[in-house]
C-alpha cells in the first residue's frame, strides 16, 4: 500500500460513520465499467483501515454489496455515537449543499477511478478533511 501523511491533529479517539454510497440493487452512477457502488465501498474501505490506523474508531454503514435505507444507516451512525457522518459518493451530477464528487460521466476520469492509486488518494483526502474537520 502506498504511503499517506498522518496528520497529527484531528480524530483520534473519536468515532466516524462511513457512508459508502449505493448498494444492491442501486448500483449509483456506471461507466466505462466503473461502477459507483463498488468505487465508494473500496474508497470506504481504504479510508476505515487508514483511521483506525491513527485511533479513530470507524463505522461502515454496510459491508460488501448490502443494501440499507438512508434511514437505517444513520441510525447506525446514531446508534454509535458517531462524531461524523461521511458519505462518500462518485455522482454523475451535482447536487445541492457540500459535496465532494468526481465526475464519473468523463472517459479519461473513468479509466483514473479504475486505478488503485486514485482509490488510495481518494481515501487520503477524506483522512485528512476529517482531521481538519475536527
Do not use: W
Not at 38 to 55: F, I, M, N, W
Not at 115 to 126: C, G, W
Request: charge should be negative; charged fraction near 30%.
Amino acid at each position: 500500500m502506498p504511503e499517506f501523511r498522518l496528520a497529527e491533529a484531528g480524530v483520534a479517539g473519536k468515532t466516524i460513520a462511513i457512508k459508502a454510497g449505493h448498494s444492491g440493487h442501486e448500483p449509483g452512477a456506471v461507466r466505462d465499467g466503473v461502477y459507483e457502488k463498488e468505487l465508494v465501498h473500496d474508497v470506504a474501505v481504504r479510508t476505515k483501515e487508514r483511521r483506525e490506523q491513527g485511533g479513530t474508531e470507524v463505522i461502515l454503514t454496510r459491508s460488501g454489496d448490502s443494501y440499507a435505507e438512508l434511514k437505517e444507516r444513520a441510525r447506525l451512525a446514531n446508534e454509535a455515537g458517531a462524531d461524523s457522518f461521511v458519505s462518500i459518493h462518485a455522482n454523475a451530477a451535482s447536487a445541492d449543499g457540500s459535496e465532494t464528487y468526481c465526475f464519473v460521466t468523463n472517459a479519461e476520469e473513468a479509466v483514473d477511478m479504475k486505478k488503485s492509486s486514485f482509490r488510495n488518494e481518494a481515501a487520503n483526502a477524506i483522512y485528512l478533511g476529517l482531521n481538519e474537520y475536527h
